[in-house]
């Protein structure tokens, strides 16, 4: 039963554009979202989370939005730069947990093309 | 961000013997110390959680005898496979927190062990 979903396992983006990763979740008990980068044979790095009070939390050119009545939240990059070519997990957390880590979609290869 | 740094980055071993993997965060103290495992193209699954001083808490599905886990002080975890098996084999990934829930967690480089 995969609580946090990332339907697409592959996107490509030209180069300067905007590139969007989706993610869905199921458990409505999530209060805090976060968006990993992560290259092979490496551990995720950290790009940028949102709380569910919010809706949307802006770093450079990471953006994440966060629709609460559709279970949904998206990464906008702008522009999509090489560098950015990697597999991007979102994660979700309950606070009220417990035991408090985190729930991982299966990731999103994101290929930025020249 | 923080750096937590996991040790080895990769291990070979033959079926039926031990290996423990460190989890060590080099600049801050955690509280909290998770270990995910993730099979090729699949998500980071949450093992464990430990926290600092006490028995770590298991996920459903996890061997707590098999996957032993040891918090013994702010700034290292250690993961043992016991008894590993070829099906053991997988990429070990811990991550660090210090402070509260909403603390951001930070991750180590992983662990690619491979049992034969």
């Known amino acids: 039963d995969q609580q946090v979903k990332q339907n697409s396992p592959s996107l490509s983006v030209q180069e300067g554009r905007i590139s969007i990763l989706n993610c869905d979740y199921t458990?409505?008990?999530?209060?805090?979202f976060l968006w990993y980068k992560k290259y092979p044979a490496e551990g995720p790095t950290f790009l940028i989370s949102?709380?569910?009070?919010?809706d949307k939390n802006e770093d450079g050119r990471f953006t994440v939005f966060l629709n609460k009545s559709a279970k949904h939240l998206s990464l906008h990059i702008v522009p999509s730069q090489p560098g950015d070519s990697a597999v991007y997990f979102c994660?979700?957390?309950?606070?009220?947990?417990?035991?408090?880590?985190?729930?991982f979609g299966k990731g999103t290869h994101l290929i930025i093309q020249p | 961000g923080a750096v937590v740094s996991q040790h080895p980055s990769w291990v070979i071993c033959k079926s039926g013997t031990s290996v423990k993997i460190e989890c060590r965060s080099l600049?801050?103290?955690?509280?909290?110390m998770f270990w995910y495992r993730q099979f090729p193209k699949q998500s980071l699954m949450l093992m464990a959680t430990?926290?600092?001083?006490?028995?770590?808490?298991?996920e459903q599905g996890v061997e707590k005898d098999k996957f032993l886990i040891n918090h013994a002080s702010l700034t290292l975890s250690t993961l043992t496979v016991t008894s590993a098996h070829p099906e053991d084999s997988s990429f070990y990934i811990c991550?660090?927190?210090?402070?509260?829930?909403?603390?951001?967690?930070?991750f180590g480089q992983g662990t690619r062990l491979t049992v034969v």
């Open positions: 949102i709380s569910s009070i919010k």
């Open positions: 458990n409505s008990m999530f209060d805090y």
């Open positions: 994660a979700a957390r309950w606070s009220g947990g417990g035991a408090d880590g985190l729930t």
């Open positions: 991550s660090a927190r210090s402070g509260t829930v909403n603390t951001e967690a930070f």
């Open positions: 430990s926290n600092e001083g006490s028995k770590a808490t298991y």
């Open positions: 600049d801050f103290q955690a509280t909290t």
